[in-house]
């Protein structure tokens, strides 16, 4: 169905205006390109020397040339028009239905549905295309590199706005069929907007280089007819408040281990690999690494802070106590990290403050 | 200071310099320079051929299979900034130094010790550049446009491309300004500025874009310096600053810089086509003042690079406007080749069926480059294989094309023998299909949503990347042809070049014998 | 050949610039070895920068001989203006870039950190009032006045652009004393400028805590007016340079250009202060 030629079929109103100017763009140039081409050939294959052609001995035509300078700027007005005003409505953010932030993390994106049908619901997307497929020992599935565990939600026929920031350096938020594309800038905000017209999966990627993983952050977006995007939002406020942890609960070690086991897999195996080894020097090793075996203080603020100048995040704002905790304590005794020591979610809280 | 004393008053220059390796590492001839420039160019070009290739490689199917997600980006910053700094301005400086001073009737460049200076600090940037990839982290991976904050992010390879940058900077700026005082100081008598060839105005006009923005350039891999290591926050939100504040400084740079690597080409096609077509360039003036109004536009369409930086609607109107607006100059360029050829009398030796071939693939990137100009197109396009089809047709089949088209129209004089036919046409015949097989699915894949500077791909796209691939290694393999057409003529084997080797050539270098010798003009002949 | 024709002066080769690109080889190489703490950062540097002055001896050493012995005609002399002129123009756009970037800081960057959406979402309690260390600065700072030292700096480098002018007009006049005299003031009073320069740093070091890492504000404060300082003190070293070569008795009163380009590259020093002055300590 997805053209492989052509500019992916539009849903929104933006995005089709965008597919006719492009096409029309295209045969305007491709109208100029026949008609000085074909100047130009008709006189390689007929002003010959071979030919007998002689040379003539004309130059500076100042008519010709006004001409040549006048009609350009004509036709460029007229493609001028059309693109105004399409700028404009892309700028006209003003009185959406539902406003999302989304959070450009090296290698992520965060979710947090801010206004409108859904508030509050948050959550962090990441791309599900498993590293087999990428390493070529399992078969490529259908939606390789373009799939998330958690897709953002969004219902038809409403005008959503879309927040913008990183965490980290600069990436992009691009849906091609919803004629978004909008850069995270760290420490700013931006913004976009989209209507969706049809329901379906869209699918996209960031599109600003952002690191090793750059190739890796796809976005999918989910467009729900309203009951069932009700119904989405009920559900996943209902998960929230399920899985809303008693911050002073006391964990025991391997619940924690097993915990920060999944959260490593998520968020730091890409860097410092399953195994802990890492990828030095960028990407330090874990394994026997002196501050995950040292004051557990330190690596706190390590994981929380993030180190400046490096790739290292700050994951204190990212995740929560409890996750936190686990994938510390995981750390310190997974590989031959065995200290033995539990780092309980109230530890995390208290360093938080 | 020590007493005067005349170092060496010579008359005549029948004197034996250093010979030997030293003899071109001591030169102040504007030849040798020019020679050293152009090997040098070359090997860059090969080394950033490899990068690419290497690239296409991992590109070849989906999937990892050869280099690693970060050592793909370090290969694409790399193959980026090698290919801009390393190969395409050099070679234009390389021919800057050879032909200027033949084309205007100067004993050599204005300053000649300095122009031995601007050529050995290249090697230098080289070795740090491509050095950056032994240290530890690697090359820097922020892209050849090194945006902030990835750039504060990356290792030490990334200081070794700061101070590449300003080595090559302060190369070019003095470069640039030799070129200028030559120009304006050293033409022959009766060589007034309009009577100069085309090359010479479009080279003018380059240098003066060089002076203008290389500093700019310096100043913004200076700030990501101190962002690094001393603590400032230029690029920082948390200190104030603004990661898009490096784009607009890089792109205040970055535009101009386009133009600085395609309007000396633009005057090597200036002096191709007439001699072939044997037809005087129809409208001369115009094309001085459609150089100089691209020259002056570039400095005010920048933000084109950032339309979706989220600027507000008026600024991205006024960009888009004025990027527009370039079409026109250049089309002026266009359509003034085509009427040259008009009713000339045409033979197509290779210099002409490379300045014929860059006409028509060149206004193909033009053209993609308007599409990209027009903001909410971009907005779709920007970051995708569609703006990396747009600058490798104006790159490649523009800046590279017209260099070989200069470089086989120059040959005869350079070496005093003429290449072989057979040889620069095949090499010609190969580029022009394989570059057309390497790009332009380049086009489908960028519109089809694949984005750039990524190291695998969503099925999809697996086809055209496949095509792209092989033709990239057939567009490798072609341009060893031109390594042989020219060590032939280097080695001597090959007919002997006349004085003039076109018939219809105009211009003073073709005055002096082939191979021009080691001095020429040291009396400047009169033009009429 | 026509009597009138002037042979355009062609140097011998020359082994200055071999040594000037290995001399930046370790000035490149070394710093980027001192600032990652790796390999003998420090001393290939130095090498690199002691290679990099016995180069610049040597080649203007060299220039020196062969325009006072005469080699250099009227058309060489011309080459050294345009060069000179466009020099300047280069070091223009250098600064330019840095106007540039206060300019976008304070009147776009700053004002959007501030704005309502940024401060609720991103930036809690920020008030975008310049001079700002940005968001999340971490210590206080007392901004730069204008009306303190960088006033009197301001009178100080007016001064010596005119007892420069007044030493060239000593040139003209063939008056050795007064063009001597004018030049040691104008040295005099370009070290006095970076004297009271160094103090204001160590009192914003000192007492005011305003640092380089004070935020945006003492980014640009400090790359702007240091930079700046830079290029009075080359500045300074030429004109330096210019007062030695007139009492070796060098230049004439119609042969004098590298005492003019100096000048020149002063006035434009001066040119940049007075901005800085303007938008960097007063607006
Ligand atoms: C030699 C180099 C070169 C040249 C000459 C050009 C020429 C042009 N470029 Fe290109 N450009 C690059 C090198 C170059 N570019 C590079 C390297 C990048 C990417 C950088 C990066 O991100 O890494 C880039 C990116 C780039 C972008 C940003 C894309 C993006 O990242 O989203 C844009 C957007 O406006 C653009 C526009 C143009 C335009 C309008 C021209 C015009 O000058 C073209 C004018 C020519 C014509 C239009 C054809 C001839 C005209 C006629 C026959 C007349 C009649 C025509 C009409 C009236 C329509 N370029
Ligand atoms: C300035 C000129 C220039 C030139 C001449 C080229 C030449 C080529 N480029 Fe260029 N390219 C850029 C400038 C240039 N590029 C820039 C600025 C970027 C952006 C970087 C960035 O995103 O930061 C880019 C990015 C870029 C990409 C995108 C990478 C990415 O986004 O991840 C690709 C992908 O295909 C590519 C391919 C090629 C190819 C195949 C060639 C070919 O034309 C190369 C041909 C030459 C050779 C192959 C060498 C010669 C042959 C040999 C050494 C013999 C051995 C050969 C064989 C065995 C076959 N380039
Ligand atoms: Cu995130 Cu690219
Ligand atoms: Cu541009």
Redesign the pocket.
């Known amino acids: 169905e997805q053209s492989s030629v052509n500019l992916q079929t539009p849903v929104t109103s933006v995005a089709t205006e965008i597919y006719d100017m492009h096409t029309l763009m295209m045969i305007i140039?491709l109208v100029?390109f026949v008609a000085?081409f074909g100047v130009m050939f008709w006189s390689v294959f007929h002003h010959r020397k071979s030919k007998g052609a002689v040379a003539a001995h004309f130059h500076e035509n100042t008519m010709v040339e006004i001409a040549w300078t006048v009609i350009?700027v004509l036709?460029?007005l007229g493609m001028a028009w059309p693109a105004t005003k399409t700028v404009i409505s892309m700028k006209d953010t003003s009185n959406p239905d539902i406003t999302i932030k989304a959070t450009g993390y090296q290698w992520k994106w965060g979710y947090n549905y801010i206004k409108g049908e859904g508030e509050g619901i948050q959550f962090v997307s990441n791309m599900s295309t498993p590293q087999d497929q990428i390493q070529g020992r399992a078969a490529k599935g259908e939606h390789y590199l373009l799939e998330v565990d958690n897709p953002v939600v969004v219902p038809v026929g409403k005008k959503v706005r879309i927040l913008l920031t990183a965490n980290d350096v600069i990436h992009a938020w691009w849906v091609p069929a919803l004629g978004v594309k909008q850069d995270a800038i760290p420490g700013f905000i931006r913004d976009t907007w989209f209507r969706a017209d049809k329901e379906g999966v869209y699918r996209g990627n960031c599109a600003e280089l952002c690191g090793k993983d750059h190739g890796f952050m796809p976005i999918e977006v989910h467009v729900l007819s309203a009951d069932k995007y009700s119904a989405w939002v009920a559900d996943q406020q209902g998960k929230l408040a399920a899985t809303k942890e008693d911050p002073n609960k006391e964990w025991a070690l391997q619940e924690l281990v097993a915990k920060g086991e999944q959260v490593f897999a998520a968020n730091c195996a890409a860097c410092h690999q399953a195994d802990g080894k890492g990828m030095p020097p960028a990407f330090p090793p874990l394994d026997g690494s002196p501050i995950v075996q040292g004051d557990k203080a330190e690596q706190i603020k390590v994981v929380m802070q993030g180190r400046d100048g490096t790739a290292m995040a700050a994951f204190g704002k990212q995740l929560s106590a409890t996750d936190l905790a686990a994938v510390i304590t995981y750390t310190r005794n997974a590989w031959s990290n065995q200290t033995g020591e539990a780092i309980q979610p109230a530890e995390i809280t208290a360093a938080l403050n | 200071m020590s007493a005067v004393t005349p170092d060496q008053v010579h008359d005549d220059h029948h004197h034996h310099g250093p010979t030997g390796l030293m003899r071109w590492i001591t030169t102040t001839n504007h030849k040798d320079i020019g020679t050293m420039y152009l090997i040098f160019s070359f090997i860059m070009f090969l080394s950033g051929g490899v990068m690419a290739l290497t690239i296409r490689a991992e590109l070849f199917q989906p999937g990892m299979q050869i280099v690693q997600p970060e050592f793909f980006n370090q290969l694409t910053t790399m193959h980026?900034l090698v290919m801009v700094f390393g190969a395409i301005m050099p070679a234009f400086v390389g021919f800057a130094n050879w032909m200027l001073p033949l084309m205007i009737g100067a004993s050599d460049m204005a300053f000649a010790r300095m122009n031995n200076w601007s050529f050995w600090l290249l090697p230098v940037a080289a070795i740090l550049l491509i050095g950056s990839f032994f240290v530890p982290g690697g090359a820097t991976a922020a892209g050849?446009?090194l945006y902030a904050p990835l750039s504060v992010q990356m290792g030490m390879g990334m200081d070794l491309t700061i101070f590449a940058v300003h080595i090559m900077g302060i190369s070019s700026i003095m470069g640039a300004i030799n070129i200028v005082v030559t120009v304006l100081n050293m033409r022959a008598p009766g060589m007034t500025m309009m009577k100069m060839p085309l090359f010479c105005w479009t080279w003018l006009i380059t240098a003066y874009l060089l002076i203008a923005v290389m500093p700019v350039l310096a100043g913004a891999v200076t700030m990501i310096l101190t962002d690094r290591h001393f603590g400032t926050s230029f690029f920082n939100a948390a200190g104030g600053g603004d990661p898009v504040l490096y784009q607009h400084v890089f792109w205040f740079f970055g535009h101009p810089e386009?133009?600085i690597?395609?309007l000396p080409a633009f005057g090597i096609v200036s002096e191709i086509i007439p001699t072939f077509a044997r037809k005087p360039l129809f409208g001369y003036a115009s094309m001085v003042y459609a150089t100089a109004s691209i020259a002056i536009l570039s400095f005010v369409v920048w933000a084109?690079?950032m339309?979706t930086t989220g600027m507000p609607a008026a600024t991205q109107l006024f960009f888009m406007y004025a990027?527009m607006l370039?079409?026109v100059p250049?089309?002026v360029k266009?359509f003034n080749w085509v009427a040259t050829m008009w009713r000339g009398s045409m033979t197509f030796e290779t210099p002409m069926l490379w300045a014929t071939g860059f006409i028509f693939v060149f206004?193909m990137g033009?053209?993609t480059?308007?599409i990209?100009?027009i903001a909410p197109i971009?907005i779709q396009?920007?970051?995708t294989y569609y703006?990396v089809a747009?600058?490798h047709y104006?790159?490649v089949a523009?800046?590279l094309f017209a260099l070989f088209a200069g470089a086989y129209y120059w040959l005869p004089k350079w070496t005093g023998v003429m290449y072989s036919e057979f040889i620069g046409k095949l090499h010609f015949w190969c580029s022009i299909i394989f570059f057309n097989i390497t790009f332009f699915p380049m086009h489908f894949l960028g519109l089809a949503g694949m984005p750039r500077r990524i190291p695998d791909y969503a099925l999809q796209f697996a086809d055209f990347n496949a095509l792209a691939s092989i033709g990239a290694f057939g567009f490798g393999l072609s341009q060893l042809i031109f390594i042989v057409a020219v060590v032939k003529c280097v080695r001597g084997d090959g007919k002997k070049a006349a004085a003039s080797p076109w018939e219809d050539a105009q211009g003073l270098e073709w005055t002096v014998p082939s191979p021009a010798p080691h001095h020429t003009f040291e009396i400047p002949p009169v033009v009429k | 050949m026509s009597p009138t024709f002037e042979k355009y002066f062609v140097p011998e080769p020359s082994k200055f610039p071999i040594f000037g690109s290995f001399a930046l080889l370790c000035i490149g190489a070394g710093s980027v070895m001192w600032l990652n703490h790796t390999g003998p950062g420090p001393l290939v540097f130095f090498v690199g920068l002691a290679t990099l002055i016995y180069m610049l001896f040597g080649w203007f050493g060299q220039v020196i001989r062969e325009s006072e012995s005469g080699q250099y005609g009227k058309n060489v002399d011309a080459s050294f203006r345009w060069s000179m002129g466009w020099f300047i123009f280069s070091e223009v756009m250098f600064f330019f870039a840095f106007f540039g970037v206060l300019f976008y800081v304070r009147v776009i960057a700053v004002p959007s950190l501030g704005s309502e959406e940024s401060v609720s979402v991103l930036w809690q309690g920020f008030e975008a009032v310049w001079p700002t260390a940005g968001p999340r600065a971490e210590e206080a700072f007392s901004p730069m006045g204008a009306w303190g030292i960088p006033a009197l700096n301001t009178l100080i480098l007016l001064t010596s652009g005119a007892t420069l002018t007044w030493a060239h007009w000593g040139m003209m006049k063939d008056n050795r004393t007064q063009l001597k005299l004018g030049l040691l003031l104008t040295v005099l009073l370009g070290a006095l400028f970076m004297g009271f320069q160094i103090y204001e740093y160590m009192h914003a070091y000192g007492e005011m805590n305003l640092k380089m890492t004070s935020g945006i504000y003492g980014s640009t404060f400090y790359m702007m007016t240091g930079f700046h300082g830079l290029h009075v003190t080359i500045g300074a070293i030429m004109l330096l340079v210019m007062l030695f070569r007139v009492m070796a008795g060098h230049f004439t009163k119609d042969n004098h250009f590298a005492f003019e380009a100096a000048a020149w590259y002063w006035h434009f020093v001066d040119v940049v202060w007075l901005v800085l002055f303007v938008v960097v300590y007063w607006l």
């Open positions: 140039c100029i000085v350009p036709i460029l | 980026g050849w446009t386009v133009y690597m395609i084109h690079h339309f990027t370039i079409a250049t089309g266009v206004t033009g053209f480059g308007l990209c100009a971009d396009v920007q970051d703006v747009h600058f104006v790159l523009g800046s």
